[in-house]
């Protein structure tokens, strides 16, 4: 049975949660410090033990967040115990909780629950990848849909399980590569192309850094804040005329803003805690 390496994070004090002085809480502390690790999903734990379920790519990432945490935040207010969740067990608590959502004028489905009308992207909910329930995904699709993708190429960086390349095509895109260096991530995202028939997308596992890509007009990347602002240079070269931006805390976000100088800043979105911006090339 498919396992995924997770780490339970459990807040110990019921105050530990509040907003500081400052306004930022532990909970926001620990979001920001798990940016920097390979986190593929986040799911609330049950209320009794106030915390959250944080999912990896691999156990060697978990155990080394699961350190980090600990080094930064210790054991005063935090719990941090290393799991390993089965995927089937998820997945079958998702079919009673995991409903379709609407964003704008896309409706984001698990199979059992297709709607019988509308602009639908069928996702098979899995705990390594996102369904589009989380509000990066949400901030993606929603600035997606300001854009007129009609005619357009798309690469879709870090694509997982494929919810945003292929949202794109089917608001009109007349091409989109999604990639990504997971080839779990990849084969996800496949297995998700095929419950989306006549939806035309490339997927490849491929290293952004390394690969061999022609520039599109959009870029799509829903990133951390961290591997949007090194990823900066390469994300540049890649868009002829517009960039994605999400997945990084409202905190980040003139850091990661900063980090692309000269583009414009012809959106930004927020929900949460999390951010988006559409960028705009200085070429046009």
Known sequence: MKTWPALAVMFTNPCASAPDSEGLSLGDAVQAALADHSVTAITERPVETDGWTVFFATAVARDFARRELLAQFGTR???IVAEDVADEDWAGRSQAALRAITV??????????IPAAGLTV?????MGFGTGHHATTRLCLAALQRLDLRSRHVLDVGTGSGVLAIAA???GAQRVLGIDDDKDAISSARDNLALNPGVDVTLGAVDLRKAQL??????????TGSLLVSAAPRLTTLSRDRL???????TEATDVIAAYPGWRVDHEGSEDDWGSVIL????T
């Not at 069928?122 to 899995?126: A, E, K, M």
Request: charged share 10%; proline share 12%.
């Open 122 to 126: 069928v996702i098979q909910p899995s």
């Open 104 to 113: 704008g004028g896309l409706v984001i489905a698990p199979p059992w629950d």
């Open 244 to 250: 994605v931006l999400s997945g990084f805390l409202l």
């Open 169 to 171: 095509a089917k608001l």
């Open 214 to 223: 022609r520039p599109v007009d959009l870029v799509l990347a829903n990133l």
């Open 280 to 283: 705009g090339s200085p070429a």
């Open 77 to 79: 207010h935090l719990r």
